[in-house]
Protein backbone atom coordinates (compact mmCIF):
# COMPACT_ATOMS: atom_id res chain seq x y z
CA UNK A 1 0.00 0.00 0.00
CA UNK A 2 1.23 3.62 -0.87
CA UNK A 3 2.30 5.45 2.43
CA UNK A 4 2.01 9.31 3.14
CA UNK A 5 3.74 11.19 5.82
CA UNK A 6 2.07 14.08 8.09
CA UNK A 7 3.06 15.92 10.70
CA UNK A 8 1.67 13.83 14.09
CA UNK A 9 0.24 17.88 15.30
CA UNK A 10 -0.98 20.93 14.34
CA UNK A 11 -2.34 23.99 15.80
CA UNK A 12 -4.38 26.83 15.27
CA UNK A 13 -6.04 29.80 15.67
CA UNK A 14 -9.75 30.40 15.59
CA UNK A 15 -10.62 32.29 11.97
CA UNK A 16 -7.21 31.50 10.55
CA UNK A 17 -6.38 29.61 7.44
CA UNK A 18 -4.64 26.38 8.04
CA UNK A 19 -2.02 24.34 5.94
CA UNK A 20 -2.53 20.72 6.44
CA UNK A 21 0.35 19.19 4.50
CA UNK A 22 1.03 15.63 3.11
CA UNK A 23 3.80 13.31 1.63
CA UNK A 24 2.98 10.94 -0.90
CA UNK A 25 6.38 10.36 -2.80
CA UNK A 26 5.28 6.74 -3.59
CA UNK A 27 1.94 7.55 -5.09
CA UNK A 28 0.93 5.69 -8.12
CA UNK A 29 -0.58 7.11 -11.17
CA UNK A 30 -3.86 5.55 -10.32
CA UNK A 31 -4.28 6.80 -6.36
CA UNK A 32 -6.51 9.29 -5.58
CA UNK A 33 -5.65 11.60 -2.69
CA UNK A 34 -8.71 10.95 -0.21
CA UNK A 35 -8.73 13.48 3.09
CA UNK A 36 -10.65 12.64 5.69
CA UNK A 37 -11.37 14.04 9.71
CA UNK A 38 -11.91 12.64 12.40
CA UNK A 39 -13.87 14.96 15.39
CA UNK A 40 -13.99 13.38 18.82
CA UNK A 41 -15.89 10.42 19.72
CA UNK A 42 -17.31 10.46 16.16
CA UNK A 43 -16.44 8.39 12.76
CA UNK A 44 -14.28 9.64 10.09
CA UNK A 45 -15.81 11.99 7.96
CA UNK A 46 -15.27 12.42 4.09
CA UNK A 47 -13.37 15.78 3.47
CA UNK A 48 -11.97 16.25 -0.11
CA UNK A 49 -10.14 14.25 -2.85
CA UNK A 50 -8.98 14.75 -5.83
CA UNK A 51 -6.27 13.43 -8.64
CA UNK A 52 -3.97 15.96 -10.38
CA UNK A 53 -6.06 19.06 -9.84
CA UNK A 54 -6.75 21.59 -7.37
CA UNK A 55 -10.10 21.19 -5.90
CA UNK A 56 -12.26 22.91 -3.81
CA UNK A 57 -16.02 22.01 -1.59
CA UNK A 58 -17.62 23.37 1.16
CA UNK A 59 -15.52 22.12 3.66
CA UNK A 60 -11.88 22.88 2.05
CA UNK A 61 -9.23 22.53 -0.39
CA UNK A 62 -7.44 20.84 -2.07
CA UNK A 63 -3.91 21.76 -3.49
CA UNK A 64 -1.81 18.91 -5.13
CA UNK A 65 1.92 19.61 -6.61
CA UNK A 66 2.29 19.46 -10.06
CA UNK A 67 4.50 15.68 -9.35
CA UNK A 68 1.58 14.95 -7.39
CA UNK A 69 4.58 13.73 -4.36
CA UNK A 70 2.59 16.13 -2.12
CA UNK A 71 -0.95 17.72 -0.94
CA UNK A 72 -1.92 20.51 1.12
CA UNK A 73 -5.59 20.45 2.80
CA UNK A 74 -6.29 24.41 3.14
CA UNK A 75 -9.16 24.88 6.18
CA UNK A 76 -9.86 28.85 4.84
CA UNK A 77 -11.23 29.53 8.74
CA UNK A 78 -10.60 27.85 11.31
CA UNK A 79 -13.29 27.69 13.56
CA UNK A 80 -13.09 25.82 16.97
CA UNK A 81 -15.55 22.55 15.37
CA UNK A 82 -12.51 21.98 12.99
CA UNK A 83 -10.59 20.60 16.01
CA UNK A 84 -9.84 16.74 14.64
CA UNK A 85 -7.32 14.43 13.59
CA UNK A 86 -6.80 14.97 9.68
CA UNK A 87 -5.70 11.62 7.90
CA UNK A 88 -4.43 12.04 4.31
CA UNK A 89 -4.73 8.55 2.43
CA UNK A 90 -3.98 7.35 -1.40
CA UNK A 91 -6.64 5.69 -2.69
CA UNK A 92 -6.59 3.07 -5.97
CA UNK A 93 -9.92 2.49 -7.26
CA UNK A 94 -8.62 -0.06 -9.92
CA UNK A 95 -6.60 -2.34 -7.26
CA UNK A 96 -7.86 -3.97 -4.19
CA UNK A 97 -11.54 -2.13 -4.52
CA UNK A 98 -10.38 0.87 -3.55
CA UNK A 99 -9.61 0.07 -0.01
CA UNK A 100 -8.78 2.73 2.62
CA UNK A 101 -5.64 2.45 5.10
CA UNK A 102 -5.54 5.21 7.51
CA UNK A 103 -2.36 6.03 9.18
CA UNK A 104 -1.93 8.26 12.32
CA UNK A 105 -3.33 11.05 11.06
CA UNK A 106 -2.61 15.09 11.83
CA UNK A 107 -4.07 16.27 15.14
CA UNK A 108 -5.34 19.95 14.31
CA UNK A 109 -5.79 21.67 17.38
CA UNK A 110 -7.88 25.27 17.22
CA UNK A 111 -7.07 27.93 19.57
CA UNK A 112 -9.63 30.55 19.94
CA UNK B 1 -30.95 9.77 3.90
CA UNK B 2 -29.71 8.69 7.58
CA UNK B 3 -26.54 7.50 6.90
CA UNK B 4 -24.57 4.67 7.51
CA UNK B 5 -26.43 3.27 11.03
CA UNK B 6 -24.69 0.99 13.21
CA UNK B 7 -26.11 -1.32 16.52
CA UNK B 8 -25.76 -1.32 19.18
CA UNK B 9 -23.68 2.43 20.03
CA UNK B 10 -22.19 0.80 23.15
CA UNK B 11 -21.76 -2.82 24.27
CA UNK B 12 -20.44 -4.56 27.30
CA UNK B 13 -19.86 -8.29 27.69
CA UNK B 14 -17.99 -10.75 29.76
CA UNK B 15 -15.00 -13.06 28.40
CA UNK B 16 -16.22 -15.56 26.52
CA UNK B 17 -19.36 -14.34 25.14
CA UNK B 18 -20.59 -14.00 22.03
CA UNK B 19 -20.66 -10.40 20.57
CA UNK B 20 -23.16 -9.23 17.39
CA UNK B 21 -22.34 -5.96 15.58
CA UNK B 22 -24.93 -4.57 13.38
CA UNK B 23 -24.72 -2.13 10.29
CA UNK B 24 -27.06 -0.42 7.70
CA UNK B 25 -25.11 0.63 4.51
CA UNK B 26 -26.50 3.84 2.61
CA UNK B 27 -28.83 2.29 0.00
CA UNK B 28 -27.48 2.06 -3.22
CA UNK B 29 -23.99 1.94 -1.80
CA UNK B 30 -21.88 -1.57 -3.34
CA UNK B 31 -19.09 -1.21 -0.90
CA UNK B 32 -18.72 -2.08 3.01
CA UNK B 33 -16.07 -1.73 5.19
CA UNK B 34 -15.71 -2.55 8.34
CA UNK B 35 -13.06 -1.40 10.40
CA UNK B 36 -11.63 -1.17 13.94
CA UNK B 37 -10.26 1.58 16.10
CA UNK B 38 -7.76 1.25 19.01
CA UNK B 39 -5.22 3.66 20.65
CA UNK B 40 -2.53 1.58 20.03
CA UNK B 41 -3.52 0.29 16.42
CA UNK B 42 -5.38 3.16 14.90
CA UNK B 43 -7.63 2.58 12.67
CA UNK B 44 -7.54 -0.77 11.14
CA UNK B 45 -9.33 -1.96 7.84
CA UNK B 46 -10.80 -5.79 9.21
CA UNK B 47 -13.01 -6.64 5.71
CA UNK B 48 -14.69 -5.40 3.34
CA UNK B 49 -17.30 -6.36 0.84
CA UNK B 50 -18.84 -5.36 -2.65
CA UNK B 51 -22.09 -6.22 -4.00
CA UNK B 52 -22.56 -8.19 -0.88
CA UNK B 53 -19.80 -10.57 -1.65
CA UNK B 54 -16.12 -10.65 1.41
CA UNK B 55 -13.42 -9.26 -0.73
CA UNK B 56 -10.84 -8.98 1.23
CA UNK B 57 -10.50 -10.03 4.92
CA UNK B 58 -6.77 -10.12 5.75
CA UNK B 59 -7.49 -7.76 8.68
CA UNK B 60 -9.63 -10.01 10.53
CA UNK B 61 -7.37 -10.53 13.18
CA UNK B 62 -8.14 -14.37 13.74
CA UNK B 63 -11.10 -16.79 13.31
CA UNK B 64 -12.67 -15.28 16.33
CA UNK B 65 -14.12 -12.80 14.19
CA UNK B 66 -16.50 -13.48 11.11
CA UNK B 67 -18.67 -11.19 9.02
CA UNK B 68 -21.45 -11.25 6.95
CA UNK B 69 -23.42 -9.44 4.29
CA UNK B 70 -26.90 -10.93 3.57
CA UNK B 71 -28.17 -8.59 1.75
CA UNK B 72 -27.53 -4.71 0.44
CA UNK B 73 -28.93 -3.35 3.06
CA UNK B 74 -27.27 -5.23 6.17
CA UNK B 75 -24.00 -6.61 7.36
CA UNK B 76 -22.92 -8.36 10.74
CA UNK B 77 -19.51 -8.55 12.24
CA UNK B 78 -19.25 -11.18 15.24
CA UNK B 79 -16.88 -11.95 17.95
CA UNK B 80 -17.01 -15.75 18.88
CA UNK B 81 -15.55 -15.89 22.04
CA UNK B 82 -14.58 -12.56 23.20
CA UNK B 83 -12.09 -11.62 24.75
CA UNK B 84 -11.05 -8.22 26.72
CA UNK B 85 -8.33 -7.34 23.74
CA UNK B 86 -11.27 -7.08 21.76
CA UNK B 87 -12.24 -4.06 23.74
CA UNK B 88 -12.23 -1.61 20.86
CA UNK B 89 -14.77 1.07 18.65
CA UNK B 90 -16.07 -0.91 15.65
CA UNK B 91 -16.89 1.29 12.56
CA UNK B 92 -18.53 0.15 9.36
CA UNK B 93 -18.40 2.13 6.24
CA UNK B 94 -20.54 2.25 2.54
CA UNK B 95 -19.11 4.05 -0.60
CA UNK B 96 -20.97 4.47 -3.43
CA UNK B 97 -18.01 3.74 -6.25
CA UNK B 98 -14.49 3.05 -5.60
CA UNK B 99 -13.42 6.23 -6.58
CA UNK B 100 -15.64 8.61 -4.22
CA UNK B 101 -15.50 9.17 -0.39
CA UNK B 102 -17.01 6.52 2.22
CA UNK B 103 -19.24 7.68 4.31
CA UNK B 104 -18.75 6.27 8.20
CA UNK B 105 -21.09 4.62 10.90
CA UNK B 106 -21.02 6.15 14.47
CA UNK B 107 -20.13 2.97 15.19
CA UNK B 108 -20.25 0.54 17.93
CA UNK B 109 -17.90 1.19 21.48
CA UNK B 110 -17.00 -2.40 22.77
CA UNK B 111 -16.12 -3.29 26.15
CA UNK B 112 -15.15 -6.87 27.32
CA UNK B 113 -14.61 -7.30 30.80
Known amino acids: DAKTTQPNSMESNEEEPVHLPCNHSTISGTDYIHWYRQLPSQGPEYVIHGLTSNVNNRMASLAIAEDRKSSTLILHRATLRDAAVYYCILRDPYNQGGKLIFGQGTELSVKP | DAGVIQSPRHEVTEMGQEVTLRCKPISGHDYLFWYRQTMMRGLELLIYFNNNVPIDDSGMPEDRFSAKMPNASFSTLKIQPSEPRDSAVYFC???????????FGSGTRLTVV
Open chain 2, 93 to 103: ASSLRTGGGYT
